[in-house]
């Protein structure tokens, strides 16, 4: 059975999102359409011998992040940005390489911890499938990445 490559787009600026994103990579590694050493995490290629924030640094994780989301079989994406702060707006980051795949033809499956929340509808119609709430951890590591099955979001669309 393939396994696929995944790119995990999501902030990991605070521990809120890196719990997210454990959670995640956790659902996924359980997952046997997943090859679990080959999910790109970015937060874990951050060029560190490099000065933070110089143009150095940005060219490289730039250059670095858009060439493994092109090398991906799916990009999982993790909307959940900054809630803990009322900024109920997905990581302009996040978004940036999900239209990235979309526009490359890569399938993106999109997890938001907080399913009450409204989605923008570019998002809502560039998924493949969305998992949402108490159905994340389930959906992950259920969910066959081989054949893609569509699941649509039921969270409110503007």
Do not use: C
Not at 32 to 46: F, M, S, W
Not at 76 to 101: M, R, S
């Amino acid at each position: 059975m393939y396994q696929n490559k995944i790119y995990l787009a999501s902030p990991f600026f605070s521990d809120q999102q890196k719990e997210r994103i454990k959670i995640v990579m956790q659902a996924l590694k359980q997952n046997k359409t997943v090859d679990a050493d080959g999910i790109y995490n970015p937060q874990e290629h951050q060029e560190e011998s490099l000065p933070f924030a110089s143009h150095e640094w940005q060219d490289s994780v730039f250059a670095t992040d858009m060439r493994q989301v092109k090398r991906a079989d799916v990009v999982v994406g993790i909307l959940d940005y900054k809630y803990e702060e009322q900024n109920l707006e997905p990581d302009a980051g996040t978004i940036f390489e999900i239209g990235a795949a979309w526009a490359w033809h890569i399938p993106v499956v999109m997890v938001q911890f907080k399913p009450e929340n409204e989605l923008n509808l570019m998002l809502a119609r560039s998924h493949t499938a969305m998992f949402t709430g108490d159905k994340i951890k389930t959906g992950l590591e259920d969910y066959n990445f081989n054949t893609l099955p569509t699941k649509w979001t039921d969270m409110k669309v503007f």
